[in-house]
């Protein structure tokens, strides 16, 4: 590692230090942290709920896929990889 490497990681380390004594041991940081608690929550809630709506969308595509290939005649299996049915090379 290089030194200005070593610098700019030491400053970015003692930026996070600060930042996180500053939020658990003044008195004007612990009210910080409470006013942005609910919010933390409500984008908590909302990043879940992205992730179950895209969970869904993911399944419907797969399932239009199934069906589109099933109309096609396409073989519903995956085709192998490896010759005489193996599923690893060695």
Do not use: C
């Not at 290089?2 to 003044?26: D, H, K, P, Q, S």
């Not at 969970?55 to 010759?83: C, F, I």
């Amino acid at each position: 590692m290089r030194n200005n490497e070593v610098w700019a990681a030491t400053m970015v380390g003692a930026v996070i230090g600060g930042a996180v004594a500053y939020l658990f041991f003044t008195d004007r940081g612990r009210a910080m942290r409470r006013q942005l608690e609910p919010a933390l929550e409500d984008f908590v809630r909302e990043l879940n709920g992205f992730r179950s709506t895209f969970q869904r969308a993911v399944g419907a595509a797969n399932d239009s896929w199934k069906v589109l290939s099933d109309m096609v005649g396409e073989p519903s299996h995956t085709a192998r990889r490896y010759p005489e049915g193996q599923t690893s090379p060695f």
